[in-house]
Structures are given as C-alpha cells and as structure tokens.
C-alpha cells in the first residue's frame, strides 16, 4: 500500500506565499509523476502542476508565473511553492502520483487534502 501525506496549507493574505509538501510512503518502488490538483467549493477538482520523473513540468495558465513544483526524488517528496497568491487560490489542494508498487504495476494513489485559504 501506498499513502501520500500533504502539509503546508494554511491562512495567508493575498500576496503572500505558501510551501505545500507531499510526502510518499508504503510500496513505492518507482514514481512516474507527481501532481498538485485543487478543489474549491462548488467546484471540479482540477490539475495544478505536474512533474515528471525527468524533470518535465506542466502547469495550469491559473497559476504559471507564480508557482513552482519541485521533486526531492530521494525522498518521495514533492513541493509546490506558491507566490503572489491570489484569494482565487483558495481551494482544498491534494497531492496525487502514479506510483508502481512493483516493477510493472501502476497505480493514481491521492493524499486527504490540505486548505490554502488566501483571505485578508
């Protein structure tokens, strides 16, 4: 089994910025790609950023310019550095990756969420 454990969220003022984390642990043999979705109230849950295994990024035009995913690979962890944040960024932020629990099986596993709340 594999679990993914978010930490960072918090009450911030719009402006300011946040470090989300994203730790996997368990059966993690190998790690194609780690994402950072959101969710706000009333809302679909919807792809953040995205890193691969080499390195590729992909954000969404929401958020490009002022976000940052990074990948500590040797920890399982992965980072997403939020800038110039904005009360639109609101949301309950998850973690999710593709994670092979052996040589050939892959599977999506989701962290429980962590609250941004931008809010002066």
């Known amino acids: 089994q594999v679990q993914l454990v978010e930490s960072g969220g918090g009450l911030v003022q719009p402006g300011g910025s946040l470090r989300l984390s994203c730790v996997a642990s368990?059966?993690?043999?190998?790690?194609?790609?780690m994402d950072w979705y959101r969710q706000a109230p009333g809302k679909q849950r919807d792809l953040v950023a995205r890193?691969?295994?080499?390195?590729?990024?992909y954000y969404a035009d929401s958020v490009k310019g002022r976000h940052t995913i990074s990948w500590a690979s040797a920890q399982n962890t992965v980072f997403l550095q939020m800038n110039s944040l904005k009360p639109e960024d609101t949301a309950v932020y998850y973690c999710?990756?593709?994670?092979?629990?052996?040589?050939?099986?892959?599977?999506?596993?989701w962290g429980q969420g962590t609250q941004v709340t931008v809010s002066s």
């Open positions: 368990g059966s993690v043999v190998r790690i194609d790609h």
């Open positions: 890193i691969n295994d080499e390195g590729t990024t």
């Open positions: 999710r990756a593709m994670v092979y629990s052996t040589t050939t099986r892959a599977d999506n596993y």
